[in-house]
Nanobody
Framework: QVQLVESGGGLVQPGGSLRLSCAAS????????MAWYRRALGKQRELVAG???????NYASSVKGRFTISRDNAKNMVYLQMNSLKPEDTAVYSC?????????????????WGQGTQVTVSS
């Protein structure tokens, strides 16, 4: 069975950094485009960043230049390095895997989801 397990969330001060990790199992990881989504309290789920099977990346405009997504197919891992964090980055962050060849912005396009990890940016 497919599992995506996130880790690395926590409480950080504004301007700080966190690195989120997502460990995948039960799927041929290298074939799946991967994405990080977030959902803040009272808001809709938002695509933060995505990485294709070929490791091309894209980002939401709100995080471009601050966040970096990467994948390690040998370890079945996807990462989200978050720098210069702001209070508005506070959310539950989830990784997702899409059974297709391309990234898509619509979360319904993603078949597998992790349980999420809380990121709180506050002084």
């Amino acid at each position: 069975q497919v599992q995506l397990v996130e880790s690395g969330g926590g409480l950080v001060q504004p301007g700080g950094s966190l690195r989120l990790s997502c460990a995948a199992s039960g799927l041929t990881f290298r074939l799946y485009p991967m994405a990080w989504y977030r959902r803040a309290l009272g808001k809709q789920r938002e695509l933060v960043a995505g990485v294709t099977r070929e490791s091309s990346t894209n980002y939401a405009s709100s995080v471009k230049g601050r966040f970096t997504i990467s994948r390690d197919n040998a370890k079945n891992m996807v990462y989200l390095q978050m720098n210069s964090l702001k209070p508005e980055d506070t959310a539950v962050y989830s990784c997702a895997a899409r059974a297709g060849s391309t990234l898509q912005p619509n979360p319904t396009e993603y078949r597998y989801w992790g349980q999420g990890t809380q990121v709180t940016v506050s002084s």
